[in-house]
């Protein structure tokens, strides 16, 4: 079964300071992959996509991720970090297989912390 | 585009009452819509999926009768959460997928319940 897999559940970065978040995915076949960012008390925002196209995607507010097939990981960066990024980060699954049965799985969410 | 609207954002209730949470997709048409809880400091949970039309596929361990979901149009789903308890406070969040989209899903904002 399909899973997902966020190394670190709290990242503190100072200002200005590369931002790197982790998720690395467990599947049999090709997923789509998803990052997404929370703020307090509101929903989900896509930040990228990756679905089998370019392995570098870019994303909204200056973040980009990178599949890695052999490294199964679709890590999130972002060169340098801004206060209005400080929120919980969601890395997700999903693909047009029976195994994700239309659903998406996510990990367990980052909290990024950016210091001044 | 892509915008998903839930109402209402937050909600207070006595035990025993029933509550009403509206998901509409404003400038699309969803086919299919999931309901997600979430507790504090954790990922989402996948409740239920909501197809137009049809009947609702919840998730192991949710009960249907408790939770109830309507998906009457291509642009309205609502979730009914009847004799509402404390354990039933919680943060709920609907999404939608649209139609032919590589499956990643638009988030409503939430709706956060208090129950009495």
């Known amino acids: 079964a399909q899973s997902v897999t966020q190394l670190g559940s709290h990242v503190s970065v100072s200002e200005g300071a590369l931002v790197l978040l982790r998720c690395n995915y467990s599947?049999?076949?090709?997923?789509?992959l998803f990052w997404y960012v929370q703020y307090p008390n509101q929903g989900l925002q896509l930040l990228l996509k990756y679905t089998s196209a370019a392995t570098l995607v870019k994303g909204i507010n200056g973040f980009e991720a990178e599949f890695k097939k052999s490294e199964t990981s679709f890590h999130l960066t972002k060169p340098s970090a801004h206060m209005s990024d400080a929120a919980e980060y969601f890395c997700a699954v999903s693909g047009p297989h029976m195994e994700y049965g239309n659903k998406l799985v996510f990990g367990a969410g980052t909290i990024l912390r950016v210091k001044s | 585009g892509a915008v998903v609207s839930q109402h209402p954002s937050w909600v207070i209730c006595k035990s025993g009452t029933s509550v009403k949470i509206e998901c509409r997709s404003l400038?699309?048409?969803?086919?299919?819509m999931f309901w997600y809880r979430q507790f504090p400091k954790q990922s989402l949970m996948l409740m239920a999926t909501?197809?137009?039309?049809?009947?609702?596929?919840?998730e192991q361990g949710v009960e249907k009768d408790k939770f109830l979901i309507n998906h009457a149009s291509l642009t309205l789903s609502t979730l009914t959460v009847t004799s509402a308890h404390p354990e039933d406070s919680s943060f709920y969040i609907c999404s939608a997928r649209v139609v032919g989209a590589t499956y990643e899903q638009y988030f409503g904002p939430g709706t956060r319940l208090t129950v009495t």
């Open positions: 400038d699309f048409q969803a086919t299919t």
């Open positions: 599947s049999s076949v090709p997923p789509y």
């Open positions: 909501s197809n137009e039309g049809s009947k609702a596929t919840y």
